[in-house]
């Protein structure tokens, strides 16, 4: 990553600033990935540009290749917070599902004062930011989580992951290896994504037609749903478990909803899912995992800190 410094009077010109911010999209999708909050993407992101611009010229000029070196740097801020991560969680009040993104057209600034988002800070949505996925993600021990997204998703050669992890090729090999074994059972779905907007939107309208039969017919046998309030907002603490039950939780839902309270379809995280607005402000995001055209998963994303990205229509 570093090479000599240039002789006298051959200085190598500074990195534009163009060049530099250009790898910020780069390192957001890649942080996003990492930690499943974009917040916290965007806090580490800010962290490493901040190292950049406190190194002098000389120590800049040593660097062979900038965008390497904020990747790197990028990668192991986000080890070292997925490891205090780990430990918060454990106080977190009921389950932690990661941070759900609407489409990048809709994104607003989650700071104070609002405004747009940068296009630079918007995270590609594939297969790699599956609400479901983040969820697996978020099994793995921090390095192995690092390892899978370096290599599997960012292709990066299993040497250049070591350097950055500070493990050997073979170790991070391994790693990667294990985190795919965890991933298989999120294998992207072979349900097309017309025939998943179609499901969703099947379940939508049963459950607020309160139609149990409707829903039981949509929901695989083995159904689980997931409330995520952060202890700031009322949700179900413990997973539901089985498709009865969570089709008859669903009619309890469509039951105490507020008369002001209307639920919409939007994409969440690049798939079809469904929100609820109440007095313009979104309070709450579904997202589902349709596997063979049941729905096996809802994620339910209930805290407030989790959804200031979200706009109304």
Excluded at 215 to 226: F, K, M, Q
Aim: aromatic share 6%; hydrophobic share 40%; with cysteine.
């Amino acid at each position: 990553m570093t090479t000599p410094p240039p002789a006298p009077g051959l200085r190598r010109p500074e990195p534009g600033l163009d060049a530099l911010m250009g790898e910020r999209r780069h390192l957001i999708n890649l942080a996003y990935r990492l930690l499943g909050s974009l917040a916290e993407a965007e806090d580490a992101v800010q962290e490493t540009y901040t190292r950049w611009y406190a190194m002098s010229r000389q120590q800049q000029d040593a660097i062979d290749s900038p965008g390497a070196w904020l990747t790197t740097v990028a990668s192991r801020i986000c080890l070292n917070v997925l490891g205090s991560a780990r430990a918060r969680r454990e106080t977190y009040v009921g389950e932690w599902i990661p941070e759900p993104l609407p489409e990048p057209t809709e994104w607003i600034s989650g700071r104070p004062g609002g405004g747009a988002v940068d296009p630079a800070d918007r995270v590609t949505l594939d297969e790699s930011v599956n609400l479901a996925f983040l969820v697996v993600l978020d099994s793995m021990t921090p390095a192995e989580r690092v390892a899978f997204i370096l290599h599997d998703v960012f292709r990066y050669s299993f040497a250049e992951v070591a350097e950055i992890v500070g493990r050997t090729p073979a170790a991070c090999r391994q790693l990667a290896s294990s985190a795919r074994r965890r991933t298989r059972a999120t294998q992207p779905s072979a349900t097309l994504p017309a025939e998943r907007a179609g499901i969703v939107r099947d379940f939508k309208q049963a459950w607020e037609a309160k139609d149990i039969d409707a829903l039981l017919g949509l929901l695989d046998p083995d159904a689980t749903a997931i409330g995520d309030g952060g202890g700031l907002a009322t949700t179900f603490l413990d997973p539901i478990e089985g498709g009865e039950q969570v089709a008859r939780a669903w009619v309890e839902i469509a039951r105490r909803r507020p008369d002001d309270m209307t639920f919409m379809e939007r994409t969440v995280n690049g798939q079809p899912g469904v929100v609820a607005e109440q007095d313009g402000v979104v309070v709450t995001v579904f997202a589902f995992e349709v596997v063979d055209r049941k729905i096996k998963q809802i994620l339910v994303v209930r805290n407030p800190e989790k959804l200031r990205g979200w706009t109304t229509r």
